[in-house]
């Protein structure tokens, strides 16, 4: 992966994020697993050789580790996660739940219902029929991270939160993102291409939780 500040820049902020939304006790190391991931080679294999579990504590217990297998499974899924984003008939913000249950309706034969039903939130003006292209990726991605040893309500609630994020700044570069964690965002040159604004950064900073520290500390440094 290249070095530019723009793309380092673009890449720790949506590490930080998306560990916000879906592993939030692994967001101290987000920043470096994302990097690591994204460099490829045997970086990028031994990452994800560790994952989902590492020996951890004084006790030596297993301690699950959600950030590699996801970053391996937002990789792998790229285009389909882009192509869902980029959907025009998804308009709205769409939260965990409503993906939750999208995806199991999904696996049910049945249509995503209005809004989310039951007890949990309603999504407003979220048609149930917009829902299938975001409950198709979300479905993938948790195939993927199951397939590295995930429980499978544990990698539902990891992918629907990742997605969720994801959908929430897909104007901020989010398919940028996938392209940079992929080891695909190059122009023709073969360099990476700009990253995201700063003023970009920002904004995503203000929309999702647990970015605004680390992007006032980088403004600071620069």
């Known amino acids: 992966m290249s070095n530019g500040p723009d793309a380092s820049a673009r890449l720790e902020a949506w ?35 560790r994952a989902p579990s590492v020996t951890a504590g004084s006790g030596g217990e297993l301690v699950t580790t959600v950030l590699p297998a996801l970053w391996d499974a937002l990789a792998a899924s790229c285009e389909l996660l882009k192509t869902a984003l980029g959907s025009p008939v998804v308009a709205n913000g769409v939260s965990t739940a ?10 049910d034969g049945a249509p995503p219902a209005e809004g989310t039903g039951g007890s949990a939130p309603a999504e407003p003006a979220t ?6 292209v975001l409950a198709r990726a979300v479905a993938e991605v948790s195939r993927r991270l199951q397939a590295h040893g995930m429980d499978p309500a544990a990698a539902d609630q990891a992918a629907a939160s990742a997605v ?8 901020e570069g989010a398919g940028a993102f996938l392209d940079l ?42």
Do not use: K
């Open 15 to 49: 590490a930080t994020a998306i560990a916000s939304a879906s592993a939030p006790h692994e967001t101290d190391y987000a920043v470096h697993t994302a990097l690591t991931y994204g460099r490829g080679g045997r970086g990028r294999r031994a990452l994800v050789r």
């Open 164 to 171: 969720a994020a994801l959908h929430a700044g897909r104007d």
């Open 98 to 107: 409503t993906l939750l249950l999208a995806v199991h309706r999904r696996r």
């Open 181 to 222: 964690l992929a080891g695909e965002g190059r122009d023709a040159s073969g360099e990476r291409s700009a990253g995201t604004p700063r003023t970009g950064l920002r904004r995503l900073a203000a929309r999702v939780p647990g970015l605004r520290r680390s992007a006032r500390a980088r403004g600071r440094s620069r």
């Open 127 to 132: 048609g149930g029929g917009e829902l299938l």
